[in-house]
């Protein structure tokens, strides 16, 4: 279990760090790590070097409803 003390970040941004792999080596081929999320704060991601792409809150709803 991990414990992440009060005043470390957005709780989201946290376990995007926390579960960000960067690669992933499967059978001796690496495959670099992504993510799609539907915050703004996503793209911070990219500063661990996971490519990181983030849509806002309302736009992702739209587009996850259909009403695109």
């Known amino acids: 279990m991990l414990v992440v003390p009060p005043g470390s970040g957005i709780v989201h941004q946290v376990n995007m760090e926390y579960l960000g ?33 983030g849509v806002g809150g309302t736009e992702a709803e739209v587009a996850m409803l259909g009403q695109a």
């Open 21 to 53: 792999r960067v690669v992933f080596n499967r059978e001796g081929i690496c495959y670099p790590d992504s993510v799609i999320g539907t915050d703004s704060h996503t793209t911070m991601i990219d500063g661990l070097g996971v490519a990181g792409w």
